[in-house]
């Protein structure tokens, strides 16, 4: 029987931050496809940054924490932030000391002390340590004073305390969910806020309805709690022992991690090679 399988990018498919795959990682995609499995990509990443994962033969992706989905060549969804609400809670966002980055498809903009901030820690979940690599190798954020107007899918927000975020919450709840990550002990809470009608949970679906698949043939792994729509979507789902302590008890199986060739013996437990 043939599955649907999503897969998360940062601290899942690769180390956080990183572009390349562990070779038993390609490998076992490579077989899973070749068993007649359907692979994509399910990420908060734009479409900008997880382009160069598509050098491997994805069927389509849930980017931008499901605000730009698709399937083979179909676009499925396609919804960004509106321009008002989208410029009300940067004000208040900035007006409460939250340094914020926007993502559009292709571009992202970051405020200029997202930098001192996060060299000012070490560790954390795998979208910290994303937006770290992103940060010190240059890899095209550029400063918010240059945003140009273009679509935008979610807001990315670091703090010192979770408070700072009271007041947007005040505006935008429940229209907007706030997913906050659940590691704070590293001196910073970060998190996203998009939509309330997007998630990756709902790019699963849209997937899966489109190729006729049930919801029970569809297999999710993650690792951080941007995935926890995901996890509690799909018919069967795997976090990271790199992972969210509380995303592992919200999955049903938890599997080596990244570094320790976790997706390759989790496909072969689950029989997909």
Known sequence: ??????????????????????????????SARAAGHKLF???????GMLKPLLRYPFDGMVASSGGYVTA???????????????????????????????EGKEGSFGDSDLKELLSGTQGGNSELERWRKAISE??????????????????????????????????LEPQFHFVVQDM???????????????????GVRLIAEHFGMPIEDTIGFGDSMNDLEMVETVGYSVCMENGSETLKKCS?????????????QAFEKLGLL
């Open 1 to 30: 029987m043939s599955k649907l399988i999503f897969l998360d990018i940062d601290g899942t498919l690769t180390e956080a931050g990183t572009n390349v795959p562990p070779e038993s990682a390609v490998k076992a995609m490579e």
């Open 184 to 202: 704070p002990d590293f001196g910073i809470i970060n998190g996203e806020i998009l939509s309330s009608a997007l998630d990756k949970g709902v």
């Open 138 to 171: 240059n890899l095209g954020i550029k400063p918010i004073e240059e945003y140009d107007g273009q679509p935008i899918y979610k807001i990315v927000v670091m703090a010192k305390k979770a408070s700072q975020l009271d007041e947007c919450r005040k505006l």
């Open 72 to 102: 083979g060549d179909t676009i499925l969804k396609n919804e960004p932030m509106e321009q008002d609400t989208l410029q009300k809670a940067l004000e208040i966002l900035h007006k409460n000391g939250v340094i914020c980055t926007i």
């Open 252 to 264: 049903d199986m938890v599997c080596p991690s990244v570094t320790e060739d976790g997706l390759y």
């Open 41 to 47: 990509l399910c990420t908060g990443r734009n479409y």
